[in-house]
Every structure is written in structure tokens, then in C-alpha cells.
């Protein structure tokens, strides 16, 4: 669900704005306490705008987006307005002193679950009010405690199938099971979100039932990007049933679903503090195209395998091809072509480079995806202008300081004769090249580079491949120029 009003600052009409706010609230099912308390907040919150976002006089435009998606109900109020101080916008929420008590009162009571402010560049600043639909968590429900002493079940058939609605729990538990509290994928424990996601066709999950219907695996095809692929993640094989091949018989299932899709391929995040993972995906044809530089963070734990993690959690990208690729036209700075190349050679897929060109478009367009759990975010750009490169650093600042981002991915169109000169210039203010996503855009693959809090050593990175060692020490040393050139 997504609607949007656009609104006048100089008089609006707060009733009529409420009313709107109440029956959409209506609709998703909150209780009558939360409507009220929301529709109250959103009038006082639209009153402050108009009083405060423009100078006395002039005219100017206030935005009301409301969003429904996977359990996550999200108002946002946006104006192009005065600029202000995010950071100290974003302080005063939990600190004091504010125009709006009745921000921190939503919290307090319950009527909100996160509130954050967000500076949108030339196009100003946003309030977000969230509230999460699905609040009962697996953690607080499962009546069994995370073990991996448990014996081996008996040797039996496996039915390895597409989920069914009625065993979001069971997933739920599952997750819980392997991982403790500590999965990155806060959507995981609550069952009646993983339920939204299966039925709104963001997620599609092949578990591996045992012979007595329980689930004793789980991988899901999960569909984050703009272009034809979708991400294989979600992976879990309980400690009871591994070493009987469940992780390969759901990725061959999950193979055969997006076929049928008709998606470009597939990519997997192989995590290397084991090698399981990075067998699993070599075993069925997929190729390096980079690497996720502390991408999780070092409190997760991998039941029965790796508790007691050194650094953040690295990653090895692995993509599989659904199609025959074709050749692509790209356009990368000098000082990557050659790993470009042996990436795309190791893809099985020709390329031609480009002659490198600035882009004449005043101003670019991104998007910011943002895991608060696992410390983590990633600015996907649509098209370059000539602020993207400001408007990068912006978004970083913020992030880091704001929200406590510790790995920060930046995605850069390959198909733009602009994107060398923005790479080298991001490159001097700390992000490092990591490698490829084909198919990352809708029309094209993209370069991934990488910014880094605290620096990685390489003897935790546990690597199945020559060619993923060849790729961490690229981009380790990466790390290390951009780091010692600023």
C-alpha cells in the first residue's frame, strides 16, 4: 500500500488531513487507541510544518506518504523547506528540548515503535513515524532454548517444497533455533511478517520438511532489487539434519523457481567465517562477482559452527546464471579494469570498456536501504548528476553519525560513462571498489565499493576459492589506499 497528498503550506485543512490519516490507520487494522493517538500526532506534526518549514510569506509545498509493506506502517512528512540541523532534529527527539512532546510521548506509549529524521539534499527533510503491525516475536514464544548438543535425527526422507502460509512460525523458530537472537534479518522473528512477505511476493521460501511435517530447512529467494535477480538468502538447516545435502536440494528447488519467473539470475551472500556456504554455491555453478566487506555484525552467531566472531562478518558474492548472458558495454576507471576483467572472465560473460565521460545531468537520483539491527546500509544510484558525489558524502555523514552505520555500500550504474569519475572521486573520502552486481539495475549490472568504519584483518575470512582470496586481498588493499589518502 502506498498513497500520497501534496499540500498546501498556507492554509491546509488539518480535519480533512486527519480524516485521511484515520481511514487509511482503519484499514491496516490497529487498534482504535493507536488511530487516535496517530491521527492526533499527524495534525500536530503537519501544524508545525506549516508554521516553521518556510519563511514567513512564502509559498510552499508539504508532503504526507503513507506505507504499508511486509507489517511496516510508515508515515512520512516531507517539505522542501528552510534547511535545518538533522543531527540536532534528530537529538532532540530523545533528548530535549523539543516543539513536539507529543513525538517522544508516541514512544513512551506505544502508539510509535521508531521515529527518525532523514535530510533529503536540495529536496529537503522528512519526518518518518513508523509503527510495526506484527509485534509478537518468535524470541518472546519459542518454549525451546538454542542448542547445538542435540543427537542427529534418524536417516530419513526429506520433502523439500515451497512453503505454506500456515509454517511462518515454524521458520520462525527455525531462525531462532540456528541463530539465537542474533540474525541480521529483524523481519525473521515475527512470524506474521514473514507471513506479509510470502503473501506480497517479496520473499519466496523452499523449506525441507522432515517425515514428520516439521521443518528442518530453509532458503528463500528474496526480491530487493530493481533489476531481473532476487538475493538467496535466509538459509537454515537445523543441527539435527545437516551433512544430508538440504541446503543444496532447496537451492536446486529454489533454481527451478526462478526459472519459472523468468529472472536473470540469482546471487547468494557466502559467509566466510566457515566455508559451507561458498561449497554450496560453487557446487551449483556459481560464479564470484565481489565481496561484502563486514556487511553483519560480529555478535551474530552460527549455531554449532562459529560463536566467538573477531571482526564484522564478511561475505563472498556468488551469482548464478538463470540465462546466457549477454555482452555488456561498461565503464569502469583505469585502476579497476583488470580485476574487472578476471570478475567478468570468472562470470563467463564478455564485456567491452568504455571511453569514460562526465555526466552533464545537474542532479542524480538514489536510494538508501538501511539495516539499523545489523549496523549496515546501502546507497543504490539510479542515474548520476553532478551532486551525487555530494550527495553521497551527505548520506554517509548521516548514516555513520546518525544512525551508527559501521559498512556502508555504495551501487554505481556501469552503464554511465559518468561512474570512473564518480568512483574516483568517492575514493578519495574512503570507499573502496568490492566488486560487481549483474543485474543489479534494471538495465544494467552495477560496481560496488565500500566504506568501512573499522578496518578488517584478512586471517578471520574463512575462503573456499583462489579466486574469492584473490578478490579479498583486492579489496582489503583497497581499503587500505583509500584510507591512507585521505
Same mark, same amino acid.
Given at each position: 500500500?502506498? #498513497?500520497?497528498?501534496?499540500? !498546501?503550506?498556507?492554509?491546509?485543512?488539518?480535519?480533512?488531513? @486527519?480524516?485521511?490519516?484515520?481511514?487509511?490507520?482503519?484499514?491496516?487494522?490497529?487498534?482504535?487507541?493507536?488511530?487516535?493517538?496517530?491521527?492526533? &500526532?499527524?495534525?500536530?506534526?503537519?501544524?508545525?510544518?506549516?508554521?516553521?518549514?518556510?519563511?514567513?510569506?512564502?509559498?510552499?509545498?508539504?508532503?504526507?506518504?503513507?506505507?504499508? !509493506?511486509?507489517?511496516?506502517?510508515?508515515?512520512?512528512?516531507?517539505?522542501?523547506?528552510?534547511?535545518?540541523?538533522?543531527?540536532?532534529?534528530?537529538?532532540?527527539?530523545?533528548?530535549?528540548?523539543?516543539?513536539?512532546?507529543?513525538?517522544?510521548?508516541?514512544?513512551?506509549?506505544?502508539?510509535?515503535?521508531? #521515529?527518525?529524521?532523514?535530510?533529503?539534499?536540495?529536496?529537503?527533510?522528512?519526518?518518518?513515524?513508523?509503527?510495526? &503491525?506484527?509485534?509478537?516475536? *518468535?524470541?518472546?514464544?519459542?518454549?525451546?532454548?538454542?542448542?547445538?548438543?542435540?543427537?542427529?535425527?534418524?536417516?530419513?526422507?526429506?520433502?523439500?517444497?515451497?512453503?505454506?502460509?500456515?509454517?511462518? &512460525?515454524?521458520? !520462525?523458530?527455525?531462525?531462532?533455533?540456528?541463530?539465537?537472537?542474533?540474525?541480521?534479518?529483524?523481519?525473521?522473528?515475527?512470524?506474521?511478517?514473514?507471513?506479509?512477505?510470502?503473501?506480497?511476493?517479496?520473499?519466496?521460501?523452499?523449506?525441507?520438511?522432515?517425515?514428520?511435517?516439521?521443518?528442518?530447512? %530453509?532458503?528463500?529467494?528474496?526480491?530487493?532489487?530493481?533489476?531481473?535477480?532476487?538475493?538467496?538468502?535466509? /538459509? /537454515? *538447516?537445523?543441527?539435527?539434519?545437516?551433512?544430508?545435502?538440504?541446503?543444496?536440494?532447496?537451492?536446486?528447488?529454489?533454481?527451478?523457481?526462478?526459472?519459472?519467473?523468468?529472472?536473470?539470475?540469482?546471487?547468494?551472500?557466502?559467509?566466510?567465517?566457515?566455508?559451507?556456504?561458498?561449497?554450496?554455491?560453487?557446487? %551449483?555453478?556459481?560464479?564470484?562477482?565481489?565481496?561484502?566487506?563486514?556487511?553483519?555484525?560480529?555478535?551474530?552467531?552460527?549455531?554449532?559452527? /562459529?560463536?566467538?566472531?573477531?571482526?564484522?562478518?564478511?561475505?563472498?558474492?556468488?551469482?548464478?546464471?538463470?540465462?546466457?548472458?549477454?555482452?555488456?558495454?561498461?565503464?569502469?576507471?583505469?585502476?579497476?579494469?583488470?580485476?574487472?576483467?578476471?570478475?567478468?572472465?570468472?562470470?563467463?560473460?564478455?564485456? @567491452?570498456?568504455?571511453?569514460?565521460?562526465?555526466?552533464?545531468?545537474?542532479?542524480?537520483?538514489?536510494?538508501?536501504?538501511?539495516?539499523?539491527?545489523?549496523?549496515?546500509?546501502?546507497? %543504490?544510484?539510479?542515474?548520476?548528476?553532478?551532486?551525487?558525489? @555530494?550527495?553521497?558524502?551527505?548520506?554517509?555523514?548521516?548514516?555513520?553519525?546518525? !544512525?551508527?552505520?559501521?559498512?556502508?555500500?555504495?551501487?554505481?550504474?556501469?552503464?554511465?560513462?559518468?561512474?570512473?569519475?564518480?568512483?574516483?572521486?568517492?575514493?578519495? %573520502?574512503?570507499?573502496?571498489?568490492?566488486?560487481?552486481?549483474?543485474?543489479? #539495475?534494471?538495465?544494467?549490472?552495477?560496481?560496488?565499493?565500500?566504506?568501512?568504519?573499522?578496518?578488517?584483518?584478512?586471517?578471520?575470512?574463512?575462503?573456499?576459492?583462489?579466486?574469492?582470496?584473490?578478490?579479498?586481498?583486492?579489496?582489503?588493499?583497497?581499503?587500505?589506499?583509500?584510507?591512507?589518502?585521505?
Amino acid at each position: 500500500m502506498e #498513497m500520497e497528498l501534496r499540500l !498546501s503550506n498556507d492554509a491546509p485543512l488539518i480535519p480533512s488531513i @486527519q480524516a485521511f490519516v484515520r481511514s487509511t490507520l482503519n484499514e491496516v487494522g490497529l487498534s482504535e487507541t493507536t488511530v487516535a493517538g496517530l491521527e492526533q &500526532l499527524v495534525g500536530e506534526v503537519i501544524t508545525h510544518t506549516v508554521k516553521h518549514a518556510y519563511p514567513h510569506g512564502e509559498d510552499g509545498a508539504i508532503m504526507l506518504k503513507v506505507t504499508e !509493506s511486509n507489517g511496516k506502517f510508515e508515515i512520512t512528512i516531507s517539505d522542501d523547506g528552510v534547511p535545518q540541523d538533522i543531527k540536532k532534529l534528530e537529538a532532540q527527539l530523545t533528548q530535549g528540548p523539543i516543539d513536539l512532546p507529543g513525538l517522544r510521548n508516541a514512544i513512551n506509549t506505544g502508539i510509535l515503535d521508531e #521515529m527518525h529524521w532523514s535530510a533529503l539534499g536540495p529536496n529537503g527533510k522528512a519526518l518518518h513515524l513508523i509503527k510495526w &503491525l506484527h509485534e509478537e516475536s *518468535v524470541r518472546d514464544t519459542s518454549s525451546f532454548d538454542v542448542s547445538t548438543d542435540e543427537p542427529l535425527a534418524p536417516e530419513q526422507e526429506y520433502d523439500v517444497r515451497k512453503s505454506r502460509s500456515e509454517e511462518a &512460525l515454524q521458520i !520462525s523458530q527455525l531462525i531462532y533455533r540456528i541463530y539465537g537472537n542474533t540474525y541480521f534479518n529483524e523481519d525473521l522473528y515475527y512470524p506474521d511478517r514473514v507471513a506479509a512477505q510470502h503473501a506480497n511476493g517479496k520473499v519466496l521460501s523452499i523449506v525441507a520438511a522432515d517425515a514428520e511435517g516439521y521443518l528442518a530447512g %530453509h532458503c528463500a529467494l528474496e526480491f530487493n532489487d530493481a533489476g531481473p535477480v532476487a538475493e538467496v538468502g535466509q /538459509a /537454515a *538447516v537445523d543441527p539435527r539434519h545437516r551433512g544430508r545435502g538440504l541446503l543444496n536440494k532447496m537451492k536446486d528447488a529454489l533454481d527451478k523457481e526462478a526459472q519459472a519467473i523468468g529472472l536473470a539470475g540469482w546471487y547468494a551472500d557466502s559467509v566466510t567465517v566457515h566455508i559451507y556456504t561458498q561449497k554450496s554455491n560453487a557446487h %551449483h555453478g556459481g560464479h564470484i562477482c565481489g565481496v561484502g566487506l563486514g556487511v553483519s555484525p560480529k555478535n551474530e552467531s552460527f549455531g554449532g559452527i /562459529a560463536e566467538q566472531l573477531a571482526q564484522r562478518v564478511s561475505c563472498v558474492i556468488y551469482f548464478h546464471w538463470v540465462t546466457e548472458p549477454a555482452e555488456r558495454r561498461i565503464f569502469v576507471t583505469d585502476r579497476h579494469q583488470q580485476i574487472v576483467s578476471e570478475i567478468y572472465q570468472n562470470l563467463g560473460c564478455p564485456v @567491452q570498456f568504455g571511453t569514460a565521460a562526465p555526466t552533464n545531468q545537474a542532479h542524480g537520483t538514489l536510494s538508501i536501504k538501511v539495516n539499523p539491527r545489523a549496523h549496515f546500509a546501502a546507497i %543504490h544510484v539510479e542515474t548520476l548528476g553532478q551532486d551525487t558525489v @555530494q550527495n553521497i558524502r551527505r548520506a554517509a555523514r548521516e548514516l555513520v553519525e546518525l !544512525s551508527h552505520v559501521e559498512a556502508l555500500v555504495v551501487e554505481l550504474p556501469l552503464a554511465n560513462p559518468g561512474t570512473p569519475q564518480v568512483c574516483e572521486a568517492l575514493e578519495q %573520502h574512503g570507499f573502496g571498489f568490492t566488486g560487481i552486481g549483474p543485474h543489479f #539495475m534494471a538495465a544494467c549490472d552495477v560496481i560496488k565499493l565500500e566504506y568501512l568504519v573499522e578496518p578488517l584483518e584478512k586471517e578471520p575470512i574463512k575462503l573456499f576459492e583462489p579466486f574469492a582470496d584473490r578478490l579479498v586481498d583486492y579489496a582489503l588493499n583497497e581499503q587500505k589506499r583509500v584510507r591512507e589518502s585521505m
